[in-house]
């Protein structure tokens, strides 16, 4: 089976983890010397934020990639950071997941919601939102769907729109939802520091 190996994969995986400002932060390395960070609410165990970076050909970092949650402005250079305040109009993509879905929310679509349409390309394991007055089209994968090597779902998929935003779910399977919660019992095993205390505690 696909899916437990990358399960197999997050539990082998160095992990360290600190509570701060409500959310538990965890960092993964893994054994190729992947890195990945993520966020999660204490109360509720809901994904916030998830990026990762790799080693380079020369043995640094590189930069931080955000997967899901809001772009910060660390993760950006200087003038990266300067072209995203100057094309503040243009749409901007983010992913925010559910409890039981991926969500993704592209702002600054002023176009109304009868000209959007969002489909999924089978083939190319990817969800595609087009408009049919030709101003707007973005194609981009669920990497979740990918590390557990599922099929997409037409069925799955659904959107809705509002004050500017369309707003794109896909409804997670009962693998992922199963996997989730096996994850959530490994992280709650992990001694993990306050903010204030020093180093994360580390498995």
Known sequence: MAGPSWLERLRRARKS??????????HYLFEDGLEMAEEYDLKTSQLLARKWRE???LGSSSKWQVEVGEPTSHTAGALESELIKESSSNPIFVRRDTQTSFQWRIRNLPYPKEVYSVSVEKEQRCCVVRTTNKK????????DMDRYQLPLDAAALSFTYANATLIITYRK?????????????ELQKIKAANDGDGECKTQ
């Open 17 to 26: 983890a600190l509570l701060q400002d409500g959310k538990r932060k965890v």
């Open 55 to 57: 080693k380079t050909a």
């Open 173 to 185: 399977p009962q693998e992922i939802l199963a996997a989730e919660e096996e994850l959530q019992k």
């Open 136 to 143: 707007y089209y973005k194609k981009f994968p669920i990497p």
